[in-house]
DNA sequence: GGGCGTTTCGCACATAGTGCGAACGAGGTG
DNA sequence: CACCTCGTTCGCACTATGTGCGAAACGCCC
């Protein structure tokens, strides 16, 4: 049939097909029909009805009695929950999130490290003192130009920072970005002393960012707590910052404990 | 190999257990290696790891560059944001929820109808006024005794109702619990005139809980809002809290049509 | 009743998935 | 340095497993 020889050659066909759905499905607010999907998966009616019975039977898709529409069922939902709880964006610390918010007046961020990526698991903003932008909940890259990102490499050794570099090389997002190995590596040594990471213009034009470490109950740097000012301001407040995030830090760090 | 003839016999065999690595890696807080993942699915080491290849590659599973072990990935947050999206637990709206939390002094539910199913999509609560403890956010059952369930059944025709009760008999859940699908229809009727659901010690004792249906840009009954308080109070708030609902359930819909 | 869209069923074919065993690679340890 | 162990990939042979096609059973609306 499609010829599927992408990079390596393996890669389970109906597996795939199942994943393809749930994304399908997940990308359509009110649900699809079974020949609506059989047609974008240029599938048989016969083979799509079988996967999407594999799937209705695991509720990962759902359907109301009369209707012929599938939508997106519970237990993709409990994975998704699942996920939240890892990624620590439980009510406890989302509350600890909201004090520091509302003690600095600026936009407080959950960053989790996970695998290779950044999640951002919350953002606490309001109106008066709203969210970066470019910045969304969800997995996020920009390692080496944010203040959480870099807290993220200083937790690793040179080994593991070496590894990640080679994936993911440094780019130049602003004029302050830093892009060199030797330079950031330097960097890295004096975030780990400090156990703070600061950025100031590195990410966005015009912004600044503090962060510090969330650890978890073995001590493993497992997330950070991070507030963004805008960077002329960031100089006069920086001892005030610093105490902020180091204090959410702690808080995220002992709720995560028990 | 292993016998599989359930139910009907129907069930792609590799995408099952696809999804059943999902499931295992999701609860699974800190990951899981391959090999565990081998061994408590009963498969070869060869054919684990194809199966992980393709959750990889597509990013449904992720690790860490030195790491062996599997945790779930962004496409998995992906979906699950898309459901919440789909549920409407939003920020504007759980804004709404918070403001009739904070009035009426009583945890306040966004329900949203999926299917057969009603997803309770937000609660808003406080230490102060806690919510049931029965009732967690995710998906739940129930539907003839809670306020939004005979919601969701009052949104549908008589037809509808009918289907639904065939798969789901109503339950006695407490003394009050309405199990006769006559009487059941009866109240559906009421509620339709009134736009508006009440239960009392229905569901559980001791517990009263009112509900305003929420509307689709499109004028179709997608979830509700509602309140729950203690039921000797009920009686003398009831005014309170049906405005209460109703103006929250009208706000939730404003900010649903745009 | 006749048409239409959805869903299920049966069957024949060969592809796609599987299991086994072995090879490869990277650490770690004596 | 040779020798582990553990994680990962490769090759291969086999057939169970998934697939497509066609046709039949619903359920529904005009």
Chains 1, 2 share one sequence.
């Not at 519970?74 to 909201?98: I, K, N, S």
């Not at 995030?245 to 702690?250: H, K, L, P, T, Y």
């Amino acid at each position: 049939m499609s010829a599927e020889e992408r990079h390596g050659g393996a890669g389970i066909q109906s597996a795939e097909r199942v994943l393809r759905i749930l994304e399908l499905v997940g990308a359509a607010p009110t649900g699809l029909t079974a020949a609506e999907i059989a047609q974008r998966l240029g599938l048989g009616q016969s083979t799509t009805y079988r996967l999407l019975a594999t799937l209705h039977r695991q509720d990962y898709l759902a359907r109301q009695s009369g209707e012929h529409r599938y939508i997106l069922g519970r237990t993709v939902d409990q994975l998704g929950r699942a996920l939240q709880y890892q990624l620590v964006a439980t009510d406890p610390v989302r509350q600890v999130l909201r004090a520091m918010h509302d003690a600095v007046g600026a936009p407080a961020y959950l960053t989790v490290f996970r695998g290779d990526d950044i999640a951002v698991a919350h953002i606490e903003d309001s109106a008066a003192h709203p969210r970066i932008g470019q910045l969304h909940v969800g997995f996020s890259e920009a390692s080496h130009a944010t203040a959480f990102g870099k807290l993220m490499l200083a937790s690793r050794d040179d080994a593991g920072v070496a590894r990640f570099l080679e994936r993911h090389s440094p780019t130049r997002l602003t004029a302050s970005s830093i892009t060199d190995a030797a330079a950031l590596n330097d960097q890295l040594d004096e975030i780990r002393a400090q156990q703070l990471a600061v950025e100031i213009e590195e990410y966005l034009p015009k912004l600044a960012c503090i962060a510090a470490p969330v650890r978890s109950a073995a001590g493993r740097t497992v997330g950070a707590v991070s507030v963004s000012v805008q960077a002329k301001d960031f100089a006069a407040r920086s001892t005030q910052l610093e105490r902020a995030v180091r204090r959410g830090a702690w808080q995220v760090s002992a709720r995560l404990s028990g």
